[in-house]
């Protein structure tokens, strides 16, 4: 069994999202620590980029500050070495093509898995251009997570059916952000997905902000992924987050495991 399908081994799994160098690396290492404390049963470290067109205002301003601060690529890596170190819970990294292609995607796909990564995200990767990274990341023993997004159905059954680790299930079109209400028939999307890989686990993500939200998407799926929310605390607090952001995690973790 793969680390990634360990993460949904014990009942529904929260997947926190923290940008690497957002406040700055000694605090990003605390908070994946104290996240999985609380709870979480899968991290995913975003590495910053100056475009990152699939995120909504907060993780946007996330990227430009974790850059202005220093963070690069190579930092990013630093940081998933020391939480390795600490934590046997599986991490993933989400970043961008461009991201990897500069550092050399082989290169890349070698040096994540040889710190103990599991696997990697790249939401501006099309489906039909995926094995340019997939195959090397295979090769290196990481898992491409694929996203869906509520689109046609015959779409859905072909990603579904190459889909690696898990599947992040987008739960509104657009970017990633806090929304008020989730209209998306999530439970659709995820039956889709069983139907073509019936193995594959199933996290939702995009707009999820507080428990009520996280039990309701993780009662359609066996996951949920939230990003903004923690992004934003990270933003208020600075390097005193840590507490705050413990605190949410266990607060979401408890929601979703009543389901």
Request: glycine letters at 8%; one cysteine or more; aromatic letters at 6%.
């Amino acid at each position: 069994m793969s680390n990634i399908k360990r993460a949904f081994e014990n009942g529904k799994a929260f997947i926190p999202f923290i940008t690497c160098g957002d406040p700055d690396a000694e605090t990003i290492e605390k908070l994946a620590l104290a996240m999985i404390g609380a709870g979480a049963d899968l991290i995913e470290l975003g590495i910053p980029f100056s475009d990152p067109t699939a995120e909504g205002v907060a993780i946007q301003e996330a990227n430009l500050r974790a850059l202005a601060g220093g963070m690069t690529t190579e930092g990013a890596f630093k940081i998933a070495e020391n939480i390795r170190k600490k934590t046997d819970v599986p991490i993933v990294f989400m970043t961008y093509a461009n991201v990897v292609f500069s550092y050399g995607i082989e290169r890349f796909c070698r040096h994540a898995a040889e710190i103990g990564l599991d696997g990697m995200i790249l939401p501006d990767v099309p489906f039909e251009e995926k094995e340019e990274f997939a195959a090397p990341a295979r090769e290196a023993g990481l898992a491409s997570v694929s996203l869906i997004a509520p689109t046609s159905h015959d779409r859905i059954k072909k990603i579904a059916a190459e889909a690696e680790g898990f599947v992040y299930c987008v739960s509104s079109l657009g970017v990633t952000g806090v929304r008020q209400k989730i209209t998306t028939d999530v439970s659709s999307m995820v039956s889709l997905v069983k139907c073509a890989n019936p193995d594959i686990p199933c996290a939702v993500g995009f707009g999820i902000s507080n428990p009520e939200q996280a039990a309701e998407m993780a009662a359609a799926s066996d996951g949920v992924i939230v990003g903004s929310a923690i992004v934003k605390m990270c933003k208020e607090y600075g390097q005193d987050a840590v507490p705050h952001v413990e605190s949410f995690v266990r607060e979401m973790k408890a929601a979703i495991s009543k389901v």
